[in-house]
């Protein structure tokens, strides 16, 4: 596909529970980012992935929340023991580089996580 | 902690009459971006502008960066209801790599 894609489009799990929420970037992209969203809300933070490597981590708000990216293209967001405050649209972006914030990033349709 | 405050959060309009969206932070950007985004779905990118002073135009819309690069405003022209969204200003904070700092986002409405 053309543009970023995010699996699946809704996941609805009990509090507790373990989720995975999978990101395909554009072909050929390096970067890939992870963003969430509240209702009303800009998007917020988590962590993004420069190659394999995270770049920079500092969104996660806890250690529940992990992220991988093992070859550098396809990345899961992981989150244990899942919270009703969890809930919430979970996007995913890409971009070509870094080039210190100018390469534009390209977002994918989101993930929404209701966890009841 | 980086702030990026957006303003309106809510706007709504006639069709035909002109808006501006305020997009403000204490921080230099690298770059800023302006997307829109409609109900279930991702963010969609209108315009980067990365040079201080930069303006840029989309058609109707006006696109400017300030030059500071701290401040950022999107001024829409004889606005119509296919216009109608949420409009969103994210900054790329200077010397943190491609991290984005998001706006509140503004939901404009406009009615025929």
């Known amino acids: 596909g053309a543009g970023v894609s995010q699996t699946p489009s809704n996941k609805v799990t009990e509090k507790g529970k373990y989720v995975e929420l999978r990101c395909d970037p554009i072909s050929g992209h390096t970067a890939l980012y992870w963003y969430r969203q509240s209702l009303g809300q800009g998007p917020e933070f988590l962590i993004y992935f420069q190659g394999t490597g995270a770049a920079d981590d500092s969104g996660l708000p806890n250690d529940r929340f992990f992220a991988v990216r093992p070859e550098g293209s396809v990345s899961t967001l992981k989150i244990q023991r899942t919270e009703r405050g969890d809930s919430a649209v979970y996007l995913c972006a890409s971009s070509l580089g870094v080039r210190g914030g100018k390469d534009t990033q390209y977002f994918g349709p989101g993930t929404r996580l209701t966890v009841l | 902690t980086q702030l990026l405050e957006q303003s309106p959060q809510f706007l709504s309009i006639q069709e035909g009459e002109n808006l501006t969206v305020y997009c403000n932070s204490s921080s230099v950007f690298s770059s800023l971006q302006w997307y829109r985004q409609e109900p279930g779905e991702g963010p969609v990118l209108l315009v980067t502008?990365?040079?201080?002073?930069e303006v840029k135009k989309l058609k109707r819309l006006t696109f400017q960066f300030g030059d500071a690069r701290k401040d950022s405003s999107l001024h829409i022209t004889a606005a119509q209801p296919g216009d109608t969204g949420l409009y969103l200003c994210?900054?790329?904070?200077?010397?943190?790599?491609?991290?984005?700092?998001f706006g509140q986002g503004t939901e404009l409405s406009v009615k025929p």
């Open positions: 994210a900054g790329a904070v200077q010397n943190q790599g491609g991290k984005l700092i």
């Open positions: 502008v990365v040079t201080g002073g």
